[in-house]
């Protein structure tokens, strides 16, 4: 059974980076599109990103555009979330969740279609 555990998370300034990892055990990465998901102090989680299988096709939520970027290392059985230009609304819990959709040439972000998530990470971006 696959299993996620996130890493990368932690404290940085308006307008730094971070950079999230991913890491997959019990199955290949490779078999599953990959998403990233936030959920801030008091607020609903919501979807921030995905990539597919090959990671030839990747989907962005309008509040990231320009800033975060999803890739994945399938050799390596890991995707990452660089994130960019952060600002003090990214602040929150940040979760990798994998969808097994073999023949989907897109991915979307809706939350209730993955079905393996992480324990998430924390990112605190500081004004």
């Known amino acids: 059974q696959l299993q996620l555990v996130e890493s990368g998370g932690g404290l940085v300034q308006s307008g730094g980076s971070l950079r999230l990892s991913c890491g997959a055990s019990?199955?290949?990465?490779?078999?599953?599109?990959i998403g990233w998901f936030h959920q801030a102090p008091g607020k609903e989680r919501e979807g921030v990103s995905c990539i597919t299988q090959s990671g030839g096709s990747t989907n962005y939520a309008d509040s990231v555009k320009g800033r975060f970027t999803i890739s994945r290392d399938n050799a390596k059985n890991t995707a990452y979330l660089q994130m960019n230009s952060l600002k003090p609304e990214d602040t929150g819990v940040y979760y990798c969740a994998a969808l097994y959709r073999p023949f989907a040439s897109s991915c979307g972000l809706f939350q209730s279609d993955f079905g393996s998530w992480g324990q998430g990470t924390q990112v605190t971006v500081s004004s």
């Open positions: 019990g199955s290949s990465l490779g078999y599953y599109h």
